[in-house]
């Protein structure tokens, strides 16, 4: 099994950065896939990062590219999400998923929620104008 808990997000105005943290238990943590999704207000959550068990792998959502890097540090069970010149449409809640059993390719990264079975409780991060 594997465990997510997210740091706290926060308010922050149009153009600063965030990082936001998510600290896994359980021993397939490095073997997971990682991944951030967002759900802003009256919408469904959406996928925004993901990263290869190995770290050698990053894929992003077109809308958050040249802006989020996605990170991870597999001897600290973490993964991160820098955000930069962040917009108000990025208001949103933020999750952290794992995808625990992915196919055996340090390579592998996947965007499809529903091959992420893990879920931290995610964290509120608002962009104002």
């Known amino acids: 099994q594997v465990q997510l808990v997210e740091s706290a997000g926060g308010l922050v105005q149009a153009g600063g950065s965030l990082r936001l943290s998510c600290a896994a238990s359980g021993r397939t943590f490095s073997r997971s896939v990682m991944g951030w999704f967002r759900q802003a207000p009256g919408k469904e959550r959406e996928f925004v990062a993901t990263?290869?068990?190995?770290?050698?792998?990053?894929s992003y959502a077109d809308s958050v590219k040249g802006r989020f890097a996605i990170s991870r540090d597999n001897a600290k069970n973490a993964v991160y999400l820098q955000m930069n010149m962040l917009k108000p449409e990025d208001t949103a809640v933020y999750y952290c998923?794992?995808?625990?059993?992915?196919?055996?390719?340090?390579?592998?990264?996947?965007?499809?929620?529903?091959?992420?079975?893990?879920w931290g409780q995610g964290t509120q991060v608002t962009v104002s104008s």
């Open positions: 998923a794992a995808d625990s059993a992915p196919p055996y390719n340090r390579d592998y990264v996947t965007r499809r929620e529903a091959e992420f079975d893990y």
């Open positions: 990263v290869s068990w190995s770290g050698t792998t990053r």
